[in-house]
C-alpha cells in the first residue's frame, strides 16, 4: 500500500476527492467523476463500505500500509484526547508530509522518493525514514549538494504549497521548522475520521 502504483486517478474517482495529486491523475479525474467500473452511477454505500473508503483515503493519501495505519491507531488511543485526531495528527507529522506541504515536492509519493534517497536532513542528520515523527523545534532542511538545491529550489519555485500552522517554511535557507503540534485545523486531508475510528475499533 505505500508503493501502490497502479492507475492513481481510479482511485481518486473511486474515493471521490483528490487524493493522488500528481497532474495525470487530476485530468483524468476531472475528465471521468464518476466512478470506475461498468456500471458507475453513484450508490449510497453501506455503513462498512462507507467507512472502509474513508480509511482507504487515509491510507492512500499518507502512503500508509495496513499495519502501519494500525500501529499509528494504536498509539493514537493511548494519548491524551480524541482518538481520531490523534491518528491524523501523527499522520500529518510524517517526515514526507511536512515536506510535501512545505512545498518542496508537488506530490506525496514525491516526498517520500526524496526522504528515501537521503535528499533532507532533520537538526543536521539524515533522515531517511518517510515516517519520522517530527517534533516542535525540529528544522528539516535540504541536504547542501548544488544539484539538489537547484532541484527543491525549482520545486519550491511552483508554489505547491500545503500551508499549516504548525510548520513555518524559509525559501531561502529551504528550510522548514515545526513551530508546533498539528491540531485538527491543521489537517489537510477532508476525511470523517470518527467511522474510521469506530472501524477499527471492531
Known amino acids: 500500500m505505500g508503493h501502490y502504483t497502479g492507475p492513481k486517478a481510479k482511485i481518486n474517482r473511486r474515493l471521490g476527492g483528490m487524493i493522488y495529486e500528481n497532474r495525470g491523475a487530476v485530468r483524468a479525474a476531472d475528465a471521468r467523476p464518476n466512478p470506475p467500473g461498468m456500471h458507475n452511477r453513484p450508490r449510497r454505500p453501506s455503513n462498512y463500505g462507507a467507512a472502509l473508503m474513508e480509511k482507504q483515503k487515509i491510507k492512500h493519501y499518507y502512503g500508509l500500509g495496513e499495519k502501519q495505519l494500525r500501529r499509528y491507531f494504536d498509539h493514537a488511543k493511548h494519548m491524551k484526547g480524541n ?18 506541504r512545505a512545498g518542496l515536492a508537488l506530490t506525496r509519493p514525491q516526498a517520500r522518493q526524496g526522504v528515501v534517497h537521503g535528499h533532507f536532513l532533520v537538526n543536521g542528520q539524515k533522515v531517511d525514514k ?47 521548522t515545526m513551530d508546533g503540534l498539528p491540531s485538527k485545523d491543521d489537517i489537510s486531508l477532508p476525511v470523517d475520521v470518527n467511522i474510521v475510528v469506530e472501524f477499527m475499533s471492531r
Not at 83 to 100: F, I, P, Q, S, Y
Not at 150 to 170: C, K, M, N, V
Open 130 to 176: 518517510p515516517s519520522y515523527q517530527l517534533r516542535p523545534g525540529d528544522i528539516v532542511s535540504v541536504k547542501s549538494r548544488e544539484n539538489l538545491q537547484t532541484l527543491y529550489r525549482s520545486i519550491s519555485g511552483e508554489g505547491a504549497s500545503q500551508p499549516a500552522d504548525f510548520a513555518s517554511y524559509d525559501g531561502e535557507t529551504l528550510s522548514v
Open 83 to 100: 482518538a481520531g485526531e490523534n491518528l491524523l495528527t501523527l499522520c500529518e507529522r510524517r517526515l514526507d508530509n511536512v515536506v510535501r
